[in-house]
């Protein structure tokens, strides 16, 4: 289940940045792919919330810069941790 | 039926692999749509093209008119334009008009609304300088809170009554250009409700109203008007009959026994034809696809007292027991529509995914009969059909189908079908009958009428002495595909005499025709005659009304004129593509 939030996280940016799957990493933060801008990142936010059926309060949605954090965020809003 | 971002972007992967015509869309915009991309991206592809979308700076659009360059240096509208989406908040225009209005007085507020439309015009002015690019110019939204409550709509100089003349005035501005639409979000709004269409913690970090699933709606809304000025819009209607013009099976359930009424669970059945003959009046060609006996098909026509669809409003018609994918192409031909302006609507997952397969260019749609109530409102939000043109030749185009003359011939079944009905996995197992099986296949010689060779009705009572007599076999075959398993949906009553095994009942339910079932069972059948070492294999048949599709089948199997095979140099083999035929 841990796994599943991880592995659909970065999909979800995969297809948003449209970047090829070695660039998404656990590791990966906002300065280290070109297309996370401000627009993609509300796109991305939106669309994390789409594919789990959540939401993110407005804190969550601006501050989430890293795939690490996304992770974190997101299992705590679907109440796994 | 709307898919998520994440499996539109999944089918956007296949773009690049096709050579699609471009298509050059602007958005020129005063709010924050980004978001919007990949949405036009998917639906430009389901139209057949490949979108090409260049988005105006913030709040620029006047300027973006004149020449100005985007994000990427290059100019945002240029003479190859193919489509301009303008998203015009009020919000950002004229905050007193869109949310101050009580402040405003008279004199203000005339000034405003002329500020406004003296904006729209010249902008269209400058756009028709650059390109002859269709406009769809996305409405106001009607406030959400009205300014005067519940007397809003009573004052005719409230704030809604005023928003709403402006929109007459600016449709009255855009038929002084040409190809330039008012688009309604309202309608948009309507139909995934106000609490999902707007996201306000973007609209309040980056004015950007709208949700994933409005932008998703917007997207598909404009691709409406996109597909009627290409004339991309669908044109023809195939439908099937049985459990999608009415409930039940009509070869079945007889007249009586479908379900088709104004009032009651036949309802919306009813309300679906309204539906239908609403579209042969704006000129979509129907046309009927069913596996039936015709007169069946015709006996409701002309008899039941609650169809609304009749003989003249279809256009075309194949009632036979081919399958349905040449079917749809003969109706094309008859037609002479092409592929790509049909909408398929079926209620067997195994009728839409052939025609998906083998027709890739036909729209299909899958209904469920037990949510007949939803069938209206399937056919009424797709769209497809919709054109910016309404005339007396649209009323008039069935007749027309019609005055044409000629039936095609029969085509063979092609490949394709066979590598469609491999990919179902279908598992055929025949058995002996026994006590848990004699009422299901009592059931069937009682039900069934169209593949039944002798039609011999049998009671439970009838079927237990056939089993517990030595001179007679009875067989049952189920069926287990990739839909899931359908049970037991063929039956056989053999009966031995010296060196012949006679076949007194061979039947299939009418659900499994079509797929060559038959043909496995009859080979298993000729096991079973082997078992009981005879020699002759005597097939019979008693023709009814119901059952002449199946007049040629011992023949066209290899029995002599009088329906004999000689088991011992003979054989009938069960086509390829089964799975498994296992024989117990």
């Not at chain 1, 996280?9 to 449209?18: D, E, G, K, M, T």
């Not at chain 2, 002859?132 to 409405?139: K, P």
């Not at chain 2, 290899?558 to 799975?579: E, Q, T, W």
């Amino acid at each position: 289940m841990n796994m599943d939030v991880q592995e659909k996280v970065i999909q979800v940016l995969i297809n948003i940045f449209q970047v090829s799957p070695d660039k998404i990493t656990t590791e990966t933060t906002s300065d280290n792919v070109e297309n996370w801008d401000s627009m993609n990142h509300i796109s991305m936010i939106l669309a994390l919330e789409q594919e789990f059926g959540i939401s993110y309060d407005e804190e969550q949605a601006v501050s989430m810069l890293s795939v690490g954090e996304i992770i974190e965020v997101t299992k705590g809003k679907l109440g796994l941790q | 039926m709307n898919l998520s971002l994440s499996e539109i972007q999944q089918e956007l992967k296949q773009v690049s692999n096709r050579k699609l015509q471009g298509y050059r869309i602007a958005v020129l915009r005063n709010i924050t749509v980004e978001s919007i991309i990949p949405y036009l991206q998917y639906y430009a592809f389901k139209s057949g093209f490949e979108a090409n979308v260049s988005v105006g700076n913030y709040d620029n659009i006047l300027q973006d008119c004149h020449g100005g360059l985007g994000a990427d240096n290059k100019p945002v509208l240029t003479s190859e334009t193919d489509c301009i989406l303008i998203f015009l908040k009020l919000e950002d225009f004229s905050w007193s008009l869109a949310r101050d209005f009580l402040s405003l007085r008279t004199e203000k507020r005339e000034s405003e609304i002329e500020g406004f439309l003296d904006y729209v015009e010249r902008t269209l002015q400058a756009i028709r300088k650059q390109c002859s690019a269709v406009v769809l110019w996305h409405g106001l939204e009607t406030p959400i809170y009205k300014s005067l409550g519940i007397l809003e709509d009573q004052l005719p100089d409230s704030q809604t009554c005023t928003l709403k003349r402006l929109e007459v005035q600016m449709k009255e501005i855009f038929s002084r250009f040409t190809n330039v639409f008012y688009v309604d979000l309202a309608d948009c709004i309507t139909q995934i409700g106000i609490n999902s269409f707007y996201d306000n913690r973007f609209w309040y970090l980056s004015a950007a109203p709208y949700s994933l699933d409005a932008l998703n709606v917007i997207a598909k809304n404009d691709f409406k008007y996109i597909n009627a000025l290409n004339g991309n819009n669908k044109k023809c209607l195939v439908l099937d009959c049985d459990n999608t013009l009415w409930g039940g099976i009509i070869g079945e359930d007889g007249i009586d026994g479908i379900k088709l009424s104004k009032h009651g669970p036949g309802g919306g059945f009813y309300d679906f034809q309204q539906e239908l003959v609403n579209l042969h009046h704006r000129g979509v060609a129907l046309a009927l696809c069913s596996k039936n006996n015709e007169e069946d098909v015709w006996e409701v026509f002309d008899m039941h007292p609650e169809m609304l669809l009749m003989r003249e409003h279809i256009a075309a018609y194949e009632i036979n027991w081919e399958d349905k994918a040449g079917n749809i192409k003969k109706i094309s031909e008859f037609l002479n529509l092409g592929l790509d302006s049909f909408v398929f609507i079926d209620d067997s997952p195994f009728e839409t995914d052939m025609v998906r397969e083998i027709l890739p260019q036909v729209e299909v749609i899958l209904v469920d009969p037990k949510q007949s109530f939803d069938y209206r409102q399937i056919i009424g939000s797709t769209g497809y059909f919709d054109s910016l043109l309404y005339s007396d030749t649209d009323r008039q185009r069935t007749k027309l189908y019609q005055a044409e003359s000629g039936r095609r011939k029969l085509q063979k079944r092609s490949d394709c079908i066979d590598e469609f009905l491999e990919k179902l996995e279908m598992e055929v197992t025949v058995k002996f009958a026994d006590e848990k099986s004699i009422q299901r296949v009592a059931q069937l010689t009682q039900r069934t009428n169209q593949f039944n060779l002798t039609t011999k009705r049998y009671s439970e009572a009838d079927i237990k002495k056939f089993i517990d007599n030595d001179t007679y076999d009875v067989l049952y075959l189920s069926l287990k595909d990739k839909y899931g398993d359908a049970g037991i949906v063929g039956a056989v009553i053999l009966q031995f005499s010296g060196n012949t095994a006679g076949i007194d009942t061979f039947l299939l339910s009418c659900r499994v025709i079509g797929r060559g079932i038959e043909n496995a069972f009859l080979s298993c059948v000729i096991e079973a005659a082997r078992l009981r070492k005879v020699e002759i294999v005597q097939g019979e048949y008693l023709p009814t009304s119901k059952n002449q599709q199946v007049s040629g089948f011992y023949s066209r199997c290899g029995f002599d004129k009088k329906l004999r095979l000689d088991i011992m140099d003979n054989s009938v083999d069960a086509p390829s593509y089964f799975r498994g035929v296992i024989f117990d």
